[in-house]
């Protein structure tokens, strides 16, 4: 084989070495500036935890049986009230979008719940609902279930007229029609609120367990961390929290390639 | 004589556009045969359309009657099906369950549906393409579905509201004649509104002409031309020609 | 963030055959709308005089009122806004002095995309909340780690905004620019901020969106004033009026924040033509 052959493969491959090398220049930088200032004692080592330390604290942790049950009490939490939110918010979300009526009814209401920050609804919760799991949960639940409330209703909306009238000639019967027409059909506004609400739900098991004291999770180990100022731990719990955030994101893509498998291209 | 399948008597419709009321269908008077083919033809704004959703049930007259197989139309209903200019098959359904979504789920049993559809497709030459999505297939095969599933349910009349005028003069052409074969094989009433009026020619027994502003019928004429027509032959041409004299005359005359 | 919660429930545009059908449609729907908040503050209001809810749990409308006016009399409510208000503007100014440019910079070299976004988009990834503990440990609890996370906040949609707005502009038009041989200063002026501010627009909105929740987070969690941590107290001290009375004001500018934002951005629709 020539020369010329073998060099058109390498020169491809050595462009996306190069892409990646030059992605990865920035975090290399910060690490070895970062780890020399903590090594040669420029910094605080108690306080600037060195990436050394935090690959070592890493390690620790994964071997650490409370850590992951600190972690499955979170993702068990943000279960139970990301599915109650999906379960109320998405027939709600659907409900609305096909009766004016009650959508004219609800829109004040919903539209002013949109505009407060979810955050703003944790005291008042944790008054009504307590401060231990019962009070999480319904955060939670409550986080979750705005977004796909709101996309149920657009999903209606982005819904074909031509295909509305269709069902109307047709003299599709309720149930056909939901299943057939209006499931489908709202399915990629729905599968976006779904996207949103795995990851307010998320967010919204953090931060309850940042602003609920009691009860166990990476929210609460993390902020016992930083109390400790142990930043090798917070930087593990950061990325622990992250990966799944990434995680979601990932199932989500998931699901809108089974359920929208139709919308391949055309031949 | 049984009495006739489908009919007009003085039917009138108005649309409110801004704030002024538009009326666009005028003193319709139509009677209709079981098995007959009428084409509407017309410019723009004629409402032949409108005339069409109105038998079907899909919008209701301001006054005067549209009786279908001895009973009012208040609504869409088993007598009749509709074809769109559009082939309105629902993009996440295979061709044969968007055909099975014109079966009412009570009144046929699995085994019957699965007939029937098969039937259906084959008819329309598509029995290949049962299991296949609306996205692949082309304009003229998706129309030929929308026809599978405007039959299949065994309505008397069939209305055709611009079925080809979407699709390129080939596709066209054959789908008249698939149109034809299938109207000779079934034996169903159909309506058919288009502006191609060799299309009327083609396939009616009788083309009725609308004039516009508002809509109303201006000539009805008889097509006694022994099928599969002759395109070319002077029949056809003369009675094609005489057809377009009535439209021009029409475009002549101011709006109102 | 989705363009899904941009719009709200309420009727803005209807279709409708005629003008006269349109707003009649219009009236009666906000005729509806007007029943059940109507109907949940007069039932609101029996169930606190009737005592039927403990007023320490749910206390009534009148109260809240009450409650809200003392806190504008005694003028904590003004400071607290004063507060927090400030520091949203520094925040959000931080996040649009680095966003723009930082967004204008990936979007127009592809050296600088290539170096930064990999990093950017990782940060990016961890959710604010999440950083929170770990700016904590760096910043204290201090001003400057509420000025960080509100800029961080802010930074994320602006940055991709934006430089999803540059590399928009369709070829077409930076084409037709070297055809009629403008300037690269005129070429700016009347070719790319016409095409890229609506975009970019965007993005500031939901950035000043998400720096409002992160200031009532973070207020939330670790400050000793304003309106989140005005908030936090009235909970501690049990006081249920005053907390729903904040409440309302904190939905309130966050909804003031945001009308004048969609204001702003018909405006510049308006002008630079093009959907909002």
Avoid at chain 2, 36 to 51: D, N, P, Q, R
Avoid at chain 2, 192 to 202: P, Q
Avoid at chain 2, 211 to 231: C, K, M, Q, T, Y
């Amino acid at each position: 084989m020539s020369g010329a052959a073998l060099a058109f493969p390498l020169r491809r491959w050595a462009a996306r070495l190069g892409i990646i090398g030059l992605g990865l220049a920035l975090p290399a930088l910060i690490a070895v500036i970062w780890q020399s200032a903590a090594v040669l004692g420029l910094v605080d080592p108690t306080v600037w935890a060195s990436p050394a330390l935090v690959a070592v604290a890493a390690l620790q942790q994964l071997q650490d049986p409370q850590f992951w049950s600190d972690f499955g009490a979170s993702l068990l939490r943000d279960a139970e009230g990301t599915a109650i939110g999906i379960a109320v918010g998405l027939p709600a979300g659907l409900g609305l979008g096909l009766s004016r009526f009650t959508r004219d009814l609800f829109a004040p209401l919903l539209d002013a719940a949109k505009a407060i920050p979810i955050f703003t609804w944790v005291p008042l919760l944790s008054v009504w609902v307590g401060s231990g799991e019962a009070g999480k949960v319904t955060f939670i639940a409550l986080a979750a279930m705005l977004p796909v409330l709101f996309s149920g209703v657009e999903g209606v909306f982005s819904l074909n007229p031509a295909h509305l009238e269709l069902a109307r000639l047709l003299r599709l019967g309720r149930f056909r029609r939901l299943a057939r027409l209006v499931l489908p059909g709202a399915a990629p506004a729905i599968l976006r609120g779904v996207r949103l609400s795995l990851l307010f739900g998320w967010l919204a098991t953090i931060g309850a367990e940042y602003l609920f004291e009691a009860g166990g999770g990476i929210g609460t180990n993390i902020m016992a961390a930083r109390e400790l100022y142990r930043l090798d731990l917070v930087v593990v719990d950061m990325i622990a929290i992250g990966l799944i955030g990434i995680l979601f994101d990932g199932f989500s893509t998931l699901l809108d390639n089974y359920f929208l498998r139709w919308t391949a291209e055309k031949s | 004589m049984s009495a006739p399948l489908l009919t007009l008597s003085a039917v009138n419709k108005g649309f409110a556009l801004g704030n002024r009321q538009r009326q666009v269908l005028h003193n319709i008077s139509l009677t209709v045969e079981d098995g007959a083919f009428v084409a509407f033809v017309g410019a723009s704004g004629c409402g032949k359309s409108t005339l069409l959703r109105l038998v079907a049930g899909l919008e209701t007259a301001d006054s005067g009657d549209i009786i279908l197989a001895d009973a009012p139309v208040t609504g869409p209903s088993r007598s009749c099906g509709m074809i769109f200019q559009d082939h309105r098959l629902l993009p996440w359904l295979t061709v044969a369950e968007n055909i099975d979504l014109a079966l009412p789920r009570r009144e046929f049993a699995a085994a019957d549906r699965r007939r029937l559809i098969a039937e259906h497709l084959e008819l329309v030459g598509l029995s290949d393409y049962a299991n296949a999505l609306p996205g692949k297939l082309s304009g003229g095969m998706a129309q030929r579905a929308a026809i599978a599933r405007g039959l299949v349910n065994r309505p008397r009349l069939l209305l055709l509201d611009e079925p080809f005028s979407a699709l390129d003069s080939l596709t066209r052409t054959r789908l008249q004649g698939e149109l034809q074969r299938i109207w000779t094989f079934e034996k169903i009433a159909m309506l058919l509104v288009t502006h191609d009026v060799e299309e009327a020619v083609f396939l009616a027994d009788r083309v009725v002409v609308l004039a516009p502003n508002p809509g109303r019928i201006s000539a009805v004429i008889d097509v006694e031309l022994p099928r599969s027509r002759d395109r070319a032959s002077t029949e056809f041409v003369a009675l094609k020609a005489a057809i377009l004299r009535q439209l021009e005359a029409f475009m002549e005359a101011p709006v109102i | 963030m989705s363009a899904i919660l941009k719009q709200g429930l309420l009727p803005e545009r209807i279709a409708g055959a005629g003008r006269r059908a349109r707003s009649r449609r219009a009236g009666s729907a906000i005729r509806r709308g007007v029943i059940l908040p109507v109907l949940l503050l007069v039932l609101w209001q029996i169930t606190a005089a009737r005592g039927l809810i403990s007023t320490l749990v749910l206390p009534g409308p009148v109260q809240v009122l009450e409650a809200l006016r003392q806190l504008a009399v005694s003028g904590a409510l003004a400071g607290g806004i004063e507060v927090s208000l400030r520091r949203l503007a520094l925040g959000y100014g931080l996040g649009v002095a680095i966003g723009v440019p930082l967004g204008i910079l990936l979007a127009v070299s592809p050296l600088a995309r290539r170096l930064i976004a990999p990093s950017f988009y990782a940060i990016a990834r961890v959710p604010l909340l999440a950083w929170i503990p770990f700016l904590m440990v760096l910043f204290g609890i201090g001003e400057a780690l509420k000025l960080v996370i509100i800029a961080k906040a802010s930074l994320t949609p602006i940055t991709l905004n934006t430089e999803r707005a540059i590399l928009g502009v369709p070829k077409a038009w930076l084409e037709l620019g070297r055809l009629l041989c403008l300037g690269p200063w005129p070429t700016i002026r009347r070719i790319l901020l016409p095409a890229t501010i609506l975009p970019v627009f965007v993005g500031l909105r939901f950035g000043l969106i998400q720096a409002w929740s992160a200031l009532v987070v973070v207020e939330l969690l670790a400050s000793t004033n304003g309106l989140g941590f005005q908030l936090t107290m009235s909970r501690q001290l049990f006081q249920l009026d005053t907390m729903m009375a904040l409440m309302l004001v904190i939905g309130v500018i966050g909804f003031g924040l945001d009308r004048g934002v969609v204001t702003a951005e018909a405006y510049l629709a308006r002008r630079f033509g093009g959907r909002a």
